[in-house]
T-cell receptor, first 115, second 112 residues
């Protein structure tokens, strides 16, 4: 069990540029979640996948945001035409559907700064 | 809409003290509640998960309780250590296959 990994760990970009983040969940975890966290706040849900299907999207996920999870393994989160308000930590988590409790395991996050 | 509140926002204690962190939520129809730890600039580490049918969970020096009817949970840390310094986040799951709603966290500083 190598844990959830995210790349890159840090990204600085200029306003208007597109950025893409990657998340590799724990092997065999069928659920994958994206959250966004700004300074001094708790994480806020963006979207989640069960296998390759995107099952829910938050109203926070504007049409500039798109997420994919091809083949139900890793996931990518793309932000088009970035704005300064997109600056945040983007967290990925994964979990395994099954009997009992469903702990979500989080990755280290990708910190985005939009200049 | 579910809202999660954590009190206090920040807490500073000397090493060795026992302490309690509080979490309240507005909608008691939850599936489970999780406590996480977050170190500065890092991701979240799950500490304890309490299912809605349970009253408490323990792990080492940590004990979490849940009173679903009153919409409250507490995280008790015994014999605090400087290594416990971090932000502690409470999150509720509204459904068995759903997403988490987080509080803003309690920033804990344990001084030697």
């Amino acid at each position: 069990d190598t844990g959830v990994s995210q790349n890159p760990r840090h990204k600085i970009t200029k306003r208007g540029q597109n950025v893409t983040f990657r998340c590799d969940p724990i092997s065999e975890h069928n659920r994958l979640y994206w959250y966004r966290q700004t300074l001094g706040q708790g994480p806020e849900f963006l979207t989640y996948f069960q296998n390759e299907a995107q099952l829910e999207k938050s109203r926070l996920l504007s049409d500039r945001f798109s997420a994919e999870r091809p083949k139900g393994s890793f996931s990518t989160l793309e932000i088009q035409r970035t704005e300064q308000g997109d600056s945040a930590m983007y967290l990925c988590a994964s979990s395994l559907i099954g009997q009992g409790a469903k702990t979500q395991y989080f990755g280290p996050g990708t910190r985005l700064l939009v200049l | 809409k579910q809202e999660v509140t954590q009190i206090p926002a920040a807490l500073s204690v000397p090493e060795g003290e026992n302490l309690v962190l509080n979490c309240s939520f507005t909608d008691s129809a939850i599936y489970n509640l999780q406590w996480f730890r977050q170190d500065p600039g890092k991701g979240l580490t799950s500490l304890l998960l309490i299912q809605s049918s349970q009253r408490e969970q323990t792990s080492g020096r940590l004990n979490a309780s849940l009173d679903k009817s009153s919409g409250r949970s507490t995280l008790y840390i015994a014999a605090s250590q400087p290594g416990d310094s971090a932000t502690y986040l409470c999150a509720v799951d509204r459904g068995g296959y759903s997403t988490l709603t987080f509080g803003k966290g309690t920033m804990l500083l344990v001084s030697p």
